[in-house]
């Protein structure tokens, strides 16, 4: 327009481009507007100057968003707003509630807009006393039943893990927004509860309500945390059942929720289809890979992704160095964690530290594991790294690294009842039972409590959960009876159960019983017992599985001709024909 020189821009088109410059955070764009408007007279129309002090502030340079706002001679309501906003996008919540209090003070009545700028969505943490004066107000003032107002207030609670102010904020509203339902879903899986998300994207199936494409990428999230295949694939009917839009944020979704499920090959199917990949899509499929125990797979699509012309980051590592340590690829870690800094100038996490200790400890390099720890910059070497190493020295018998790598934990995370469990059962293993008592003594004296194990079966879209010796369920005599004759056909076919982990001071007879009634056997038994010959198992275990549940299952595959896929809380395993993918490294 400018260009063609016949039309002269008048204040109004101004004031529509610098919205435009603002949404992007085009700043260079923006100061343009702003000399152009200053050579032609323009830049002191009202709203020109409210436009602008929004372009500013959503870009970040709040000190010229509040030069403008204080020239002007009386701003409005709509130019407080927008400086109001602005401090609260930049985390300054302190000048956003002065200014609040100045526009009161000026006899200014607050409407919706302005509560939705001033509400701490952006930096919610050490609000929460204001977070209550606001919700407070927001009822007292009428606004509680505003969209708007009420989505922000679910928003913030949510981020705050305050879940029940959440819900109430999202009740009240009369006419939900499908900005309001995204924010209770997403904050639901987001907060870990991935049924209450689920049952909320249900109750909006119901009601009628299109999702959009971030309700779905919502809600397979929380599927994909629940390891609910059936659910997973009833939001994949959805979208094409709606013709949703199928963007790259849904289809990586998409291939998370499959990967999480145990269903890698339905994963890389839906990445092969995708015709813009980003680096998400990539770090996605290659954590898939990872998770499943497939490193040379997992390498292979990180050098396809580096052909592609695609840039890394720190998560492309992580996800890499993870599939490596999995996979014992030693050499091929070390490789890709110096390409890290030396190719890419990314510095290595605590998470990376992590990942480089648990590769050399599963690889049996314990020494060099150790030795390694001293080289990372002290921010890297927290729990992670220290809890990695132990867990290798109890797969190799190293009870004076064990004690050591304890120790450390013991100074950083004192509460965490795992810590113990694992120094205590290798003290057992080697018969050194009087310093497992110690251990264990310890951790009672602190009142700490191991996480109880538990597994979940999903059977006719019904999710089973168990506990190691449950008795709760409905088959629960027809499970440990099958468990009987099961065990007895395994004997045959060679387990012998391992017994290293459990109580020193018990029987042997009776450790074989306690590790006989685990809730991953639990769970297969009854998973043998309610599908048809051929059926793949699934289930899902909290805790990493147990060595003996590990040569169980490997038999039990065998015995029974079945594939049985186990999610546990480190990776997957798919056990076919008396062996598993992960080749007994894990």
């Known amino acids: 327009m400018t260009a063609a020189g016949s039309l002269r821009p008048d204040s109004t088109t101004l004031a529509s481009i610098l919205p435009a410059a603002a949404e992007v955070t085009d700043v260079a764009m923006g100061r343009c507007v702003h000399a152009f408007g200053e050579k032609c007279g323009l830049a002191q129309h009202e709203h020109v100057?409210?436009?602008l002090i929004s372009l500013y502030a959503k870009c970040g340079d709040m000190d010229c968003a509040r030069s403008l706002f204080d020239?002007?001679?009386?701003?409005?309501?709509?130019?407080?707003?927008?400086?109001?906003?602005?401090?609260?996008?930049?985390?300054?919540?302190?000048?956003?509630?002065?200014?609040?209090?100045?526009l009161v003070a000026l006899g200014l009545r607050p409407n919706s807009s302005t509560l939705v700028a001033l509400i701490p969505v952006h930096s919610p943490f050490g609000h929460e006393r204001l977070t209550w004066c606001l919700h407070g107000y927001v009822v007292k003032a009428g606004f509680d039943a505003n969209a708007p107002v009420s989505t922000a207030l679910t928003t913030l609670y949510c981020r705050l893990n305050d879940m029940d102010p959440a819900r109430k904020a999202f009740d009240t509203m009369p006419e939900k927004t499908m900005e309001s339902w995204n924010a209770m879903i997403s904050g639901y899986a987001q907060n870990g509860l991935t049924e209450m998300a689920v049952a909320l994207f249900q109750q909006m199936q119901a009601l009628n309500v299109r999702p959009n494409p971030?309700?779905?990428?919502?809600?397979?999230?929380?599927?994909?945390?629940?390891?609910?295949?059936?659910?997973?694939?009833?939001?994949?009917?959805?979208?094409?059942?709606?013709?949703?839009?199928?963007?790259?944020?849904?289809?990586?979704?998409?291939?998370?929720?499959?990967?999480?499920?145990?269903?890698?090959?339905?994963?890389?199917?839906?990445?092969?289809?995708?015709?813009?990949?980003n680096v998400v899509s990539w770090n996605a499929m290659i954590s898939g890979y990872g998770l499943h125990g497939q490193g040379a797979e997992a390498l292979k699509l990180y050098k396809d992704m580096l052909d592609a012309h695609i840039l890394p980051t720190?998560?492309?590592?992580?996800?890499?160095?993870?599939?490596?340590?999995h996979g014992g690829l030693v050499e091929e870690g070390r490789t890709v964690f110096r390409s890290m800094t030396s190719d890419y100038g990314i510095t290595p996490g605590i998470e990376h530290c992590t990942c480089m200790v648990d590769l050399l400890g599963r690889a049996g390099r314990l020494n060099e594991a150790f030795e390694l720890i001293s080289?990372?910059?002290?921010?890297?070497?927290?729990?992670?790294?220290?809890?990695?190493?132990?867990?290798?020295?109890?797969?190799?018998?190293?009870?004076?690294?064990a004690k050591l790598a304890s120790q450390k934990l013991f100074e950083l995370e004192s509460e965490n009842a795992g810590y113990y469990r694992l120094l205590s059962n290798l003290y057992t293993s080697k018969k050194q039972f009087s310093e497992a008592a110690g251990v264990r003594q310890e951790a009672k004296s602190r009142k700490l409590v191991k996480t109880p194990g538990c597994t979940l079966i999903e059977i006719a879209d019904k999710p089973h959960v168990f506990m190691a010796g449950d008795r709760a369920h409905p088959q629960s005599?027809?499970?440990?009876?099958?468990?009987?004759?099961?065990?007895?056909?395994?004997?045959?076919?060679?387990?012998?159960?391992?017994?290293?982990?459990?109580?020193?001071?018990?029987?042997?007879?009776?450790?074989?019983?306690?590790?006989?009634?685990?809730?991953?056997?639990?769970?297969?038994?009854?998973?043998?017992?309610?599908?048809?010959?051929?059926?793949?198992?699934?289930?899902?275990?909290?805790?990493?599985?147990?060595?003996d549940c590990?040569?169980?299952?490997?038999?039990?595959?065998?015995?029974?001709?079945?594939?049985?896929?186990?999610?546990?809380?480190?990776?997957?395993?798919?056990?076919?024909?008396?062996?598993?993918?992960?080749?007994?490294?894990?």
Request: charge should be negative.
């Open 49 to 51: 100057v409210t436009g």
């Open 71 to 102: 020239r002007m001679p009386g701003p409005d309501l709509v130019a407080y707003n927008a400086l109001i906003s602005g401090y609260s996008v930049n985390g300054m919540v302190g000048s956003s509630v002065e200014l609040f209090k100045d």
């Open 214 to 277: 971030l309700t779905i990428s919502s809600t397979l999230s929380a599927c994909a945390q629940l390891g609910a295949l059936s659910l997973g694939k009833w939001v994949h009917e959805i979208i094409a059942k709606e013709n949703l839009e199928l963007n790259v944020y849904v289809m990586t979704a998409l291939i998370d929720m499959y990967v999480k499920c145990g269903s890698i090959s339905e994963a890389r199917c839906i990445f092969d289809r995708m015709d813009n990949k």
């Open 314 to 325: 720190s998560s492309t590592f992580l996800s890499v160095l993870y599939a490596c340590s």
């Open 375 to 401: 080289e990372f910059p002290k921010s890297a070497v927290g729990p992670g790294v220290w809890g990695a190493l132990l867990a290798a020295c109890m797969v190799h018998k190293d009870g004076d690294l």
């Open 477 to 547: 005599d027809a499970i440990y009876s099958y468990l009987e004759k099961l065990t007895t056909k395994m004997i045959e076919a060679g387990y012998q159960a391992d017994t290293e982990a459990a109580l020193y001071d018990v029987e042997e007879e009776e450790k074989e019983h306690m590790v006989k009634v685990h809730s991953e056997k639990l769970a297969i038994a009854f998973g043998l017992l309610n599908t048809l010959p051929g059926t793949e198992i699934r289930i899902i275990k909290n805790l990493r599985v147990c060595l």
């Open 550 to 586: 590990h040569n169980a299952t490997k038999i039990i595959s065998k015995v029974t001709q079945r594939l049985i896929v186990v999610r546990d809380a480190s990776r997957f395993h798919h056990f076919r024909d008396g062996v598993c993918s992960c080749g007994d490294y894990w």
